[in-house]
């Protein structure tokens, strides 16, 4: 009995971390991006890098603004909505593909994050 509930215990743990791998997505900097391009091919990934200055402009159905991490910059074009947060020069984590392999592909998105700091500072209440 104490073998099987062991068994169980491995298989549930197993089948856990194959899960959660799955789900996780990692980011990579522009210039990884930039030099994974080829091998990504068009398979999804989040892009990191920060808003280039004067580069946000609409397009049909979103924006397309440029990204860059100071080595490498890509365009980004952006399908939907944008966070309230997004401007120019905001850290962002973009989720999408290369639109091609091509080395002028754009980066097509369909979801911004804004980046933040790990520290929270709440905004001062006066309670007086």
């Not at 009995?1 to 743990?13: H, K, L, Q, R």
């Not at 856990?16 to 999804?44: C, W």
């Not at 592909?105 to 911004?112: G, L, Y």
Request: charged fraction near 20%.
């Amino acid at each position: 009995m104490a073998i099987s509930g062991c068994v169980v215990a491995v298989v549930a743990i197993v089948v856990l971390a194959v899960v959660l791998s799955e789900n996780v997505v990692y980011f990579r900097t522009v210039t990884e991006a930039v030099h994974d391009r080829e091998s990504q091919g068009t398979s999804r990934f989040r892009l990191a890098g920060g808003v280039v200055h004067d580069s946000i402009h609409s397009i049909r159905n979103g924006v397309a603004f440029r990204v860059t991490d100071g080595k490498n910059t890509v365009t980004v074009h952006h399908d939907g909505d944008t966070p309230a947060l997004f401007k120019d020069r905001a850290p962002v984590v973009v989720e999408g593909h290369w639109a091609s392999k091509a080395q002028n592909a754009p980066f097509d998105s369909d979801r911004i994050l804004i980046r933040h700091g790990a520290d929270y500072t709440p905004p001062k209440v006066n309670t007086g």
